[in-house]
């Protein structure tokens, strides 16, 4: 069974930095591309970034280009998410995801087959 724990959310002022981190195991990581989601109060869940299988492509939403950055480390196991000037608005849980399905830049939610429980990330202003 496919296990995916994120961790390193916490609250953090306007302007920080924080560094989310998945770790998946019970499958194949180098097999999977991988994506950050997340998710604020009332509002749907929304794309932020993917990466490829073997860390090559990567893709960002307009909103968190120049100041988040996907990355994964397959001898790990382990994907990234280095979130820097942080907003307000960037206030969500965060949640990483992994799909085995041949999709060249998988950008929706319904793309991915497994998903972490999620981390809590809240900035002040």
């Known amino acids: 069974q496919v296990q995916l724990v994120e961790s390193g959310g916490g609250l953090v002022q306007a302007g920080g930095s924080l560094r989310l981190s998945c770790v998946v195991s019970g499958g194949t990581f180098s097999s999977y591309a991988m994506g950050w989601f997340r998710q604020a109060p009332g509002k749907e869940r929304e794309f932020l970034a993917n990466?490829?299988?073997?860390?090559?492509?990567?893709y960002y939403v307009d909103s968190v280009k120049g100041r988040f950055t996907i990355s994964r480390d397959n001898a790990k196991n382990t994907l990234y998410l280095q979130m820097d000037s942080l907003k307000p608005e960037d206030t969500a849980v965060y949640y990483c995801?992994?799909?085995?399905?041949?999709?060249?830049?998988?950008?929706?939610?319904?793309?991915?087959?497994?998903w972490g429980q999620g981390t809590q990330v809240t900035i002040s202003s």
């Open positions: 995801a992994a799909t085995d399905r041949l999709i060249w830049t998988p950008t929706k939610a319904g793309d991915y087959v497994y």
């Open positions: 990466i490829s299988r073997r860390g090559m492509n990567t």
